[in-house]
C-alpha cells in the first residue's frame, strides 16, 4: 500500500499518530492552515468539509521532477468522492454542484506562493444549474468569472492584467465606477470574454472538467514552493528550503448569498492595544476578498451583534473555545451562508509590542496561561521598541486606510524614522551631515560604498535583498532603522523617483518608515513615546521576570544622570563606568594634553594634581545615585595619543609653514608633531593601554583610585554607602595584577586612613585579552572579580579591528553567511564563548566567591545574555535604556533551562 | 645532639645518606667544590686531607643575623683536631706546624665570593719554626707575607692596593723587577710592614692564633654570599639566593719547596678543540696562584713526563679514572709536594662549542658514555654558535696571553663582533646606519632610547647590568651580539674612552666582542666560519639526534637557494614559502600595484597574468630542489597597503603641490592618495589580510594556486617528484575554508587536467588566529593540515601588537619579570601554549591523521620545540640555518621525556 498523502479534516487524529503525537509535527505534515483547520473541526467547531494534501506529497512531486507520488492522486480523488458523500453533493451536478476552494499551506506563513483559488468546480452547465438554483444569476456570473480569472492567473500563469482590462473596459461601456454595479448580463459576457483570453494565452480551453481543474491547481500549488519569491522570502527568514506545502482543497461556503449571509475577519483581542475585546470587520453579503481587499467599506465587528445576533453570539462563544484551546489570542476568518457560521480558518494573531505584552499579562491574570509563560511569550526586542519612540498606532492605522501606506516589506531594523527622500549616498550625506536634515535613504540594494550615507540618514529603505542583505547588516549594526526588499517598489534613478502602491515620491519628499513592522507611508507620522514608569503592564511583566531570572542586570553609566535612568530602570549595579570620557572634556583636556608631554615628574604629578578634583566630583555623583549597590570603576583605558590632537593636521601644517616660510611657532609644531609621532603605534588597539600604560605610568590611574576613595568617603560621610569596586583594564598576565594591584590598593588604605573612613571595595580585572581567559585560573589568585570586555575579547579572538572589519570586509562575512551573526552583537559562543566558559570555570576553581560579569556591549543583547546565563555569571551590564530588556532576557534564559516554553 | 654541621672528606657517604643518596644533593650540602674533593677522597685519589662546613651552616649563620648555629663552631674545632691527627701535624707547633686553606664553595660556581686563603695556620713562631724546617727563609716569608696579605684584605676588607704599594716600593728599593727576585730578609721586612697595615687598618694585631684564623675565615666565607657582586651574578646567571655557600678547609701541600715541586692546571681533554690529550700548564716549584698568575712563564703538561716522570705517570692515570668516574671531561688543579701529587680540585671543565660537540661525540664512541647522553650533553646553542662565524679560538687565546683582552663579563647575546667604539646611540647611529662602518655601542647600561642606536651596532658591550637587563634583552631580541656587566671597565663620557684591565680605549678605537663567551679584545680579532659539511662530529651528534627524535624539522625557505641549504642541513620539508615576498620584488612591484589599483575586473585579471609566470618559476625551483620532500606554499597575507607607497610621502608631496601652486602631476598624485587612503586600516595587522583578502578578492589567491600547480606539473614532467602543500592563511571561521578551499582544489583540478599530470597535494591552514585553535576541531574538517603561525597567535593571544610592543613596554617587561621570557622568542605555554595543546587535541579529534606543524620564529627555539614536540605536533619549521639546532633540540626533548639525562 502506498503512503498515506492526503488527510480529510476529520483524520488529524491520524495525522498525529503518523508524526509521533506532536502538535509541531502536525503543523510540518499539513501545514499551519491545514492543521488548524483540522483541529477546529476536531473541538467540533463548524469548519466546512475538505482535507489536505501533505508536504510530504509536494516534496516527493518535487522532488521527481514534477510528478506526483505514487497513488497520491488516487487518493485525492477519492477524498474528493468523500467530500461529495459528506455534503450531499456531486462535482459538476448541475442540480447540487459542489464547489471547492484550494490554497497551499505551509508550516510556517509565507507569502510568495500560490494563495487561493475560489469556486472550484464551476463551469458552463454548473454555472447555468446554478442560476436556477439561486435564482441570482449576478451571483453565479460573478463567482465564474472569479474562478477563470484566479484560475488563469495563478494556476496558468496568465498575465492578471489581461483581466483587469477587460473588467475596465466593461465598467466604462456600462458608464459604471465599481465591479459591484455591473449586472448578471454584463458579468456573463465578462466571463466569455475571460475565457477566450483563457484560451488565447494557454492554448487551451477553460477546463470544464471540476477533477481536471482541482488537479491543476494542485500542481499549481506545488509549483509554487520553488517560486522565485517564495525562495527569495525563505532565505531572507530562515525557513527551511525542504519543508516544502501542504494543499488544502476546501468545500466553498458563500457569504454572498443575501443579506442572511456574510463574512469577516476578527481578532480575539486588539491586536493593537491587547486589549480585551473582540476586534475585527464583516461585511453583509460578500464574500471573503471583498472584506480584505476593502472595495466596501466594512462594518466593526460589535455590530454582527445587532445585524446576526445568533451567528455573532455563536461566534463569540467560538473565539472562547479557540483562546482556551490554543492559550494564545486567535486571528480568524469566518463566513455566514444563509446564517449558518462557517470558520475558515484560525491561527496566532499577530500582535504590535504593546499588545503582546498586555495580553501576556491579561491572560497570565486570567488564569489562561502561566507567569512563565507571559515572560515567555514577549520577545525582548518588543520590550525594546516599547522605550523607544514609535509611530502611533492609530495615525499608521488612519494612514493604511487611507492609502497612505507605500510599502510592507521585510523589517530589518527596527525603529521609527521621518526622512526626506534621498537616492545615493552623497545626497544623504550632504543633506543629512551637512545641511542637518533628516533624510531616509532609498536605494535598489547597498554596497560598502553607501556605507557614509547610510550612517548620515534616518533611515534605510531598498527594494531589493532580504534580513541579512548588506543594507539589513549594516542598519542592525549602527541602529538606523531599515526596510529591505521592498520589491514592489519602482525606482527611477534618472527620474530621481520611486513609485510604489500607485503612490510616487519624488526626491526631497517626506516619508515615514517603521523598521519593526516593515511598512514606509507618504508624509511625516507623529511619533509617541511612553516613559517605562507609565506602563503599567511592562512593569508587571518585568516584575515577574526578575521573580525567574538568576543573571542580575547592572548597566553602563559614565554620568550620574545616566546611572539614575539605569537604577530607575532596575539595575542592580554599575558594571563599566568609563572614566576616560571625563578626561575628553573640554575644560579638563587641556591639562591631560600637559599630562602627557610632561617632561618631568614633577610636571606631570602637577597636571595629575589638578585632574584629581574633577575626577573626584565625577565619582561622588554616581556613588550617591547609586548608593547600596556596587559601582565598577574602570582605570584609564585608551592609548595616550587618543587625548592628543590628529596626526595628520598638525602635519600638513608643519609642511605647509616649512614650504612657505614660516618660522614663528613653526617649533612648537614641529615638538607637537614629534610627541605625536613617538607616541604612535601601528597597531594601537593592541598597543600601549590599559594596565600596560599604568605599569609604565602608575601615576594617571594612582590619581584615579585616590579620586575613587576620596569621592567613596565623602559619600560616607554623608550617611550613604558607596560600593566601589575598582577595575583594571586589559590584564594579559597575573604578574600585570600581582604588580600594579597592590600599589593601587595601598592608595586606597591611605585615603580610608586620612579620612577615618571604611569603605567596602573590591579590586577586580576587565577579561578582554584571550590570554587573560586563557590564565583565568591563575588570574583570580589576584582579581576578585572578572568583567568581560567582549568588545575587545572579539576583536582579540577573531583578529578583527572592528572599525575596520565593520567597514570593510565582516559585513559582508554577515551577509554571505560566512559568519551566522556579527560577532560585535552577538557573543561568537563556538570562539569567544568557550574562551569565556573556560574563564569562569577556571576562575571559580581558584576563587569560588569569584564575581563575574560582561561590560561589553553584547551585555544587552538576548541571545548573548541567554549565554551569559547559560555560563554561570554573577550579571550582566548594558546600556541603561537596555535594561528593562536585559531583565526579560535573562529570565527568559532561566526559564527555559528549566524547560518552560512559551506554549 | 646538634645537627652535623661539617663533613670531613673521609665523610662524604654519611652526606650522601644525609641528603638521601642524591649526588646533587651533596653538592648542594657541600657545595661543588668540597664535594668533589671527598669524591676524589673516596676513589682514593690523593687528596690533602679536609674537611667541608655545609652550606646549610652558612644559611643558618645568615638567618640568624651572622652567628654560627648551635654546635656549629664545637664540630669545626672537632674537625680541626682530628686534621692534627690525620696529618700527625700540629696547628701553631713550630716543629711541626699544620698549615690549611679556607675557601668558599656553592653548589654553581660563581665568581663574587670569598676565594681563597692559603698558608693559615701561620704566626711569627710557626714562621720561626719553619725556617729552622725547611732551611728556606725567603719561602717562608714569602708564605706568611701572602696569608697576611690575603687575610687582610680577604677576611678583614683592608684596601689591597696598601699591600701592593709596599710591594711595588721594596722593589724600587731593592732595584729589582719581579717580586720573584726578592730575598728572604726582604720578605720578612715586607711581613712586617704589612703586618703594621694590617693593624692600622682593622685596629688589631694580625692574629697569631691559628684557630682563630679560621674562624674568622670561615666567617668571611659565609658573609661573602650576600656580597653585592655575589647577588649581582646570583641575579644575573638565575642562581637562586637561598643555596648558601660551603666553607672547605684543606691541608696545605706547597709546589715551592723546590724543583722536586711545582703545580698546574690541566684538562683531560683540550677544552677548546676536544681532542683527547692531556691538556695544561705547570710550574716546577710554584705556588698555585703563580700558574693562574701569569707571572713565570708555564710549561705544557706534556713536559712533565720528563721533568717529573714519577708524579706524571700517575697524573695521566688520575685523569684517566676521573673521566671515567664523572663520564665528563675534567678540569683539575694538583701540586707536587717533594715529589708527592695532591689533586686539589676537579670539576666538569668548560669547553667551546667545537669542543663540547668533539668530546660528546668521541666519549660516546670510547663508550665510556651512551649516544643519548652525547646527544643530551651539547647545547643547541652550541650549534647555533658553529654555524654562524666566531673569532678564532687561538687568536682569542693569544690576545689574552697579550693582554688584550678588556674583560669577561655576562655572555648576554652570542656572536662575535668587530667594529669601532661608539658611546652613545645617536653616534651609533650615525657611524653604523649613515655612514656604514661597523660600530660597537659602549654604554654603562642602555635604556628604550638608545634602541635606534643598539640596532645600527654590530656589537654591544655594557658595564652594568645582568642577563636580563634592557641591554641584554634587546639584544638577544634581534640577535646583535652583547655583553653586559662589565664592572671591571670604568667609562669616562666627558673624555669619552673607556678603561679596563689597564687597557684605555678612545671613541673610534677599535675592538672586537665575543657575545658567547662574554670576553671583549682590544683590536680586530680573525673570524673563522666552518661550514656543516666540514663538521664530521657535529654531523655525527645530529644523526644519532636524528634517531632519537619524533618530531620532523622542516625549513621556512622563499627561495630555492634557501631550501638547497635547509635540505643540506637535514630539512624534511619547506614549513613555511611566503609568496609575497616575491610581489615586491622591483620588476614586479608596479604590476603588483596595478593590479590592487584596477578599477574593472579586466584590468586586474590582466596584471593577474602578467605575475603568473613569475609565481609559476619561484615555485618550479623550489619543488626541484624538494623532489621528495614537502612544500607548504602559504597564500598571499600582508594587506594590500603593504605593497603602496608609504602614505606620509604622498601626503607631504600633494599638499607641498597644493601650497606651491603646482598643477602638472598633482591629480594623479590626489588620486594615489585617495587610493592609499581609502586602504588605510587603524590596525592593519587585525585587518583586511590573510584569507579575508582572499574571499574579498579571490582572483590573487586562484592565480597562486595556478602557478603552483603548473609549476608542479612542469616539474613532475621532469621526472621528480613535486609535494605542495597549499596554505591559506589567517583562518578565523570554517566557513572561511569551507568558501574559498573548493575554489582553489577546482584551480588545481583544472591545472592538472590540462596537463595531463596527476600532483600529490594537501590544503591546509595557518592557526594563528585565537578563534582558529578554539575551534580546531571544525576547522580540520575542512584543512588537511594545522600550521602554527605563533608570531600572529602570541600577538593576538597577548593583545600585542609586536612592532609597537618590543619597542615599547614589552622589553621592560621582561626586563622586570613581569614577562618570564619574551613570548615572541619561546612560546608562553601557560596561554598561546595552551591554545596550541588544544588545537592539536581537538584538530586530531575529528582527523586523526592530521598534520601538525609551526612555522612561527618560535620554530627555532629550543624550549619551543620541546614544547612542539610534548604537544605531539609532526613537524616545526624554522630557518634554514638553525635546522641543525633544531634536529638536536628536537632530539633531546625525546630522550627528556623517556628520562634519558645528560650525566
Chains 1, 2 share one sequence.
Not at 473541526?41 to 510528478?67: D, I, K, M, Q, S
Not at 475558515?344 to 491574570?365: C, E, P, S
Not at 573590591?762 to 572579580?785: C, L
Not at 557573543?827 to 576553581?845: C, F, H, T
Request: aromatic share 8%; with cysteine; glycine share 8%.
Amino acid at each position: 500500500m502506498s503512503k498515506k498523502w492526503v488527510y480529510s479534516f476529520e483524520e488529524v487524529a491520524d495525522a498525529e499518530k503518523y508524526v509521533g503525537g506532536s502538535w509541531e509535527g502536525v503543523r510540518a505534515l499539513l501545514g499551519g492552515k491545514g492543521a488548524n483547520l483540522a483541529e477546529m473541526a476536531r473541538v467540533g467547531l463548524p469548519v466546512p468539509h475538505g482535507f489536505t494534501v501533505t508536504t510530504e506529497a509536494c516534496n516527493a512531486y518535487l522532488a521527481a521532477g514534477e510528478t506526483f507520488a505514487e497513488g497520491m492522486w488516487d487518493q485525492e480523488a477519492e477524498a474528493l468522492k468523500a467530500l461529495e458523500e459528506r455534503t450531499g453533493k456531486k462535482f459538476g451536478d448541475p442540480k447540487n454542484p459542489l464547489l471547492v476552494s484550494c490554497r497551499s499551506g505551509a508550516k510556517f506563513s509565507m507569502p510568495g506562493m500560490m494563495d487561493t483559488v475560489l469556486n472550484i468546480g464551476l463551469n458552463d452547465e454548473v454555472a447555468a444549474g446554478m442560476v436556477e438554483l439561486t435564482g441570482d444569476a449576478r451571483f453565479v456570473y460573478d463567482a465564474y468569472r472569479r474562478l477563470v480569472q484566479m484560475f488563469g492567473s495563478v494556476v496558468m500563469g496568465v498575465d492578471d492584467d489581461l483581466f483587469e482590462d477587460v473588467l475596465t473596459e466593461a465598467r466604462a461601456k456600462a458608464g459604471v465606477k465599481t465591479d459591484a454595479e455591473l449586472n448578471a448580463e454584463q458579468w456573463k459576457e465578462i466571463v466569455a470574454e475571460f475565457k477566450k483570453i483563457f484560451k488565447a494565452e494557454t492554448g487551451r480551453d477553460f477546463p470544464q472538467d471540476p477533477i481536471e481543474q482541482i488537479k491543476l491547481a494542485t500542481e499549481a500549488v506545488f509549483k509554487s514552493w520553488n517560486s522565485k519569491r517564495a525562495i527569495d522570502y525563505r532565505n531572507a527568514a530562515g525557513i527551511a528550503h525542504d519543508l516544502g506545502t501542504a494543499v488544502n482543497v476546501v468545500t466553498m461556503v458563500f457569504g454572498n448569498m443575501g443579506n442572511n449571509s456574510g463574512t469577516g475577519v476578527a481578532f480575539t483581542r486588539d491586536p493593537s492595544t491587547g486589549e480585551r475585546v473582540l476586534y475585527g470587520d464583516y461585511l453583509i453579503n460578500a464574500q471573503g476578498e471583498d472584506v480584505v481587499a476593502g472595495i466596501r467599506n466594512t462594518t466593526p465587528i460589535a455590530e454582527m451583534a445587532k445585524e446576526l445576533p445568533e451567528a455573532y453570539k455563536q461566534f463569540v462563544e467560538i473565539c472562547d473555545i479557540l483562546e482556551k484551546h490554543y492559550h494564545e489570542m486567535q486571528d480568524m476568518e469566518f463566513t455566514i451562508e444563509n446564517g449558518k457560521l462557517w470558520m475558515l480558518q484560525t491561527r496566532d494573531g499577530k500582535r504590535t509590542a504593546r499588545a503582546a505584552i498586555k495580553i501576556a499579562v491579561d491572560m497570565a491574570n486570567e488564569g489562561l496561561i502561566t507567569r512563565e509563560q507571559a515572560v515567555l511569550r514577549v520577545t525582548p526586542d518588543q520590550v525594546d521598541t516599547l522605550l523607544h519612540p514609535q509611530f502611533d498606532e492609530a495615525a499608521k492605522k488612519a494612514a493604511s486606510a487611507e492609502g497612505k501606506r507605500i510599502t510592507k516589506a521585510v523589517n530589518a531594523s527596527p525603529g521609527a524614522a521621518v526622512g526626506i527622500v534621498a537616492f545615493d549616498a552623497d545626497l544623504a550625506e550632504k543633506w543629512g551631515v551637512e545641511e542637518g536634515k533628516d533624510v531616509i535613504m532609498v536605494r535598489p540594494f547597498t554596497r560598502p560604498d553607501d556605507v557614509h550615507g547610510m550612517l548620515a540618514a534616518k533611515g534605510i529603505l531598498t527594494s531589493e535583498g532580504g534580513a541579512t542583505s548588506h543594507a539589513a547588516v549594516v542598519a542592525r549594526q549602527f541602529g538606523v532603522p531599515c526596510i529591505v526588499g521592498a520589491s514592489d517598489m519602482v525606482i527611477d534613478a534618472e527620474k530621481r523617483q520611486f513609485t510604489a502602491n500607485g503612490i510616487t515620491i519624488k526626491e526631497g519628499e517626506t516619508i515615514s518608515i517603521d523598521g519593526g513592522s516593515g511598512e514606509a507611508f507618504v508624509g511625516e507620522l507623529p511619533m509617541v513615546v511612553t516613559e517605562l514608569e507609565e506602563q503599567e503592564d511592562l512593569q508587571t511583566l518585568l516584575k515577574w521576570a526578575d521573580d525567574f531570572r538568576r543573571l542580575e542586570v547592572w548597566a553602563n553609566a559614565d554620568y550620574p544622570q545616566d546611572a539614575q535612568r539605569a537604577r530607575n530602570y532596575g539595575a542592580q549595579g554599575i558594571g563599566l563606568c568609563r572614566t576616560e570620557h571625563m578626561f575628553f572634556e573640554e575644560v579638563r583636556l587641556p591639562t591631560v594634553q600637559k599630562m602627557i608631554l610632561a617632561k618631568v615628574e614633577s610636571e606631570r604629578q602637577e597636571a595629575l594634581d589638578a585632574l584629581l578634583p574633577y575626577q573626584r566630583d565625577d565619582f561622588t555623583g554616581l556613588f550617591r545615585v547609586m548608593t547600596g549597590l556596587p559601582v565598577i570603576i574602570r582605570l584609564i583605558d585608551p592609548p595616550l595619543h587618543e587625548f592628543m590632537p590628529d596626526h595628520d593636521e598638525v602635519f600638513a601644517k608643519v609642511i605647509e609653514m616649512r614650504v612657505k616660510g614660516e618660522t614663528e611657532g613653526l617649533a612648537e609644531q614641529e615638538a607637537l608633531l614629534a610627541a605625536i609621532e613617538s607616541m604612535h603605534e601601528s597597531n594601537p588597539m593592541m598597543g600601549l593601554r590599559g594596565v600596560r600604560l599604568s605599569m609604565m605610568m602608575p601615576g594617571i590611574v594612582k590619581m584615579q583610585v585616590r579620586a575613587i576613595f576620596e569621592a567613596a568617603c565623602i559619600v560616607k560621610k554623608e550617611g550613604l554607602e558607596p560600593k566601589p569596586e575598582v577595575m583594571i583594564p586589559l590584564t594579559g598576565h597575573v604578574n600585570e595584577l600581582k604588580t600594579i594591584q597592590p600599589q593601587l590598593e595601598e592608595v586606597a588604605k591611605a585615603v580610608m586612613a586620612e579620612q577615618g573612613v571604611t569603605i567596602e571595595y573590591k579590586f577586580g580585572t576587565m577579561i578582554e585579552i584571550p590570554r587573560a581567559a586563557v590564565t583565568a585560573a591563575e588570574i583570580a589568585e589576584v582579581a576578585e572579580f572578572f568583567s568581560f570586555g567582549t568588545n575587545d575579547l572579539t576583536q582579540m579572538t577573531f583578529g578583527y579591528s572592528r572599525d575596520d572589519a565593520e567597514a570593510g570586509f565582516l559585513l559582508k562575512y554577515v551577509e554571505d553567511g560566512i559568519l551566522p551573526r556579527n560577532p560585535f552583537q552577538t557573543i561568537d559562543q563556538d570562539g569567544v564563548g568557550q574562551l569565556m566558559k573556560w574563564a569562569v570555570e577556571n576562575g571559580r576553581n581558584t576563587r569560588p566567591d569569584l564575581e563575574v560579569g560582561i561590560c561589553g556591549e553584547h551585555g544587552g543583547d538576548p541571545d548573548s545574555i541567554a549565554f551569559c546565563h547559560s555560563i554561570n555569571q554573577n550579571y550582566v551590564s548594558c546600556s541603561p535604556f537596555r535594561v528593562p530588556v536585559a531583565r526579560l532576557a535573562a529570565a527568559q534564559a532561566a526559564l527555559r533551562e528549566k524547560g518552560f516554553s512559551a506554549k
